[in-house]
């Protein structure tokens, strides 16, 4: 029998012979995104913003709107629009980048983070890919420029990238500076031999010891999250909620099992004891061999954590290893080999894990003024659940969690919870 990705692609084929290479596929990670968007009744695809305040009048926004050109000009990913045409995800490649920068107006009593998260709320996903945001925020006298990627289009390890060459291009001299015919070929090329490359691994990962392999490994996962309920979200309230700590680093970080178990200790609190709750993560990289091209490459692995007293850290970190082996299969490729098992589990996860290195994200430089990370909190999230990490000189966590799901004494609980696990000693937390 065919893979799923041996299936993809031979669709995909068919379709690519009448679109005189309009049409590129699809990674299995893309795949997923612009899949779960087709069944979402609203169509809202996922989205990654980025936020950065810069003092007020500091931003030239036509300088800005000639960067953001620039950038997407340069990238396949960025000038590219995800679609579904007869049941088949595909990038949808545009000769010219249509990059939108706006100044969202505020309502009367809107804050600068109201507008934004309105703005990104009315997201068209027929639009461009990549879209800038300005807002005033008369309170600090600043201005917050968001930068926001559908992230069909890329993963986080694009982020750092996209920020770095964003402010390069707002430097550069007032004139088009959009690459010439042969660069930008020459990048269509090396987007395309990626994907293709991605899709070779995925197709040659998905092997029957593979399958079997992940089939005993999720069989007794289920999600335990129960349904949205948008009447449990408080009147006035935003549809999601946010918790933030930092906690001391350890010399040598925590290692990625030891994060696996601190979620363990979180999802007791949600979901209850003796369960098997499935955690997602990303997890991969280019293929071998592949140009580093902005894209979406990383697969969500499936951790499935033990919530009763657990293994034990290093049962935890063996597993790990293991499933790390079979990292290359694609998600959807799992779920229907444990759905074929009689499994029932339908791909739902009930939290996602991601882990960041604060030295792989540089600060936005327009014109060599730095804006300041911030966050814009209260957004609508995909799933009950997400766990962001970043190490460096500390540990800054960060969950936030769908009202109409979680409500908030319990999210609180378990955000205390993952906390207490990964720095057990009396501090404050900061």
């Not at 893309?30 to 003092?55: I, K, Y």
């Not at 979620?263 to 979901?271: K, P």
């Not at 814009?376 to 969950?399: C, K, N």
Request: hydrophobic share 40%; charged share 25%.
């Amino acid at each position: 029998m065919l893979s799923i990705t041996s299936q993809y692609l031979a669709r995909y084929r068919r379709l690519a012979d009448d679109r005189s290479g309009s049409l590129l596929p699809v990674t299995g990670a893309q795949r997923r995104f612009v899949l779960m968007r087709s069944l979402d009744p609203s169509g809202r695809p996922d989205l990654v913003p980025m936020f950065f305040a810069f003092p007020h009048a500091a931003i030239d926004l036509e300088r800005l709107r000639a960067a953001a050109r620039r950038l997407a000009a340069r990238h396949t990913a960025l000038r590219s629009r995800p679609t579904v045409i007869r049941g088949t995800p595909v990038l949808s490649v545009t000769a010219d980048p249509d990059v939108s920068v706006t100044r969202p107006v505020l309502l009367p009593g809107e804050s600068h983070a109201d507008a934004l998260r309105r703005a990104l709320a009315s997201w068209d996903p027929r639009g461009p890919a990549l879209r800038l945001f300005l807002v005033h925020d008369a309170e600090r006298e600043e201005d917050v420029l968001a930068v926001v990627l559908d992230h069909a289009v890329c993963d986080g390890r694009s982020l750092a990238r996209i920020v770095d060459e964003l402010g390069a291009a707002y430097g550069e001299e007032a004139t088009d500076g959009r690459p010439a015919p042969e660069e930008t070929e020459t990048e269509l090329a090396a987007y395309r031999d990626a994907v293709h490359g991605q899709l070779a691994a995925e197709e040659k990962a998905q092997t029957p010891e593979a399958t079997a392999y992940w089939t005993d490994r999720l069989r007794a996962v289920h999600a335990h999250a129960a349904p949205p309920r948008p009447a449990r979200v408080p009147e006035g309230a935003a549809p999601s909620g946010a918790a933030r700590a930092r906690l001391p680093a350890p010399d040598e970080g925590v290692s990625f099992p030891g994060l696996l178990d601190a979620c363990r200790a979180a999802a007791r609190e949600l979901y209850g004891p003796d369960r098997a709750v499935p955690l997602g993560y990303p997890w991969g990289g280019r293929p071998a061999g592949a140009e580093p091209v902005i894209g979406c490459f990383l697969n969500t692995l499936v951790f499935p954590v033990d919530t009763g007293h657990g293994p034990g850290s290093q049962v935890t970190a063996d597993e790990w290893w293991d499933d790390l082996d079979r990292a290359d299969v694609p998600f959807d490729a799992v779920v229907a080999a444990v759905r074929a098992a009689g499994s029932r589990w339908t791909g739902g996860l009930d939290g996602l894990l991601t882990v960041d290195d604060d030295t792989r994200r540089p600060p936005l430089r327009l014109a060599g003024v730095e804006g300041r990370e911030i966050h814009v909190d209260g957004r609508p999230v995909r799933g009950p659940l997400a766990i962001s990490v970043t190490q460096g000189a500390e540990i800054r966590l960060r969950m936030v969690w769908d009202r109409a799901v979680l409500d908030d004494e319990t999210a609180h609980r378990a955000f205390d919870a993952l906390t207490r696990a990964l720095h057990p000693s009396d501090h404050a937390l900061r």
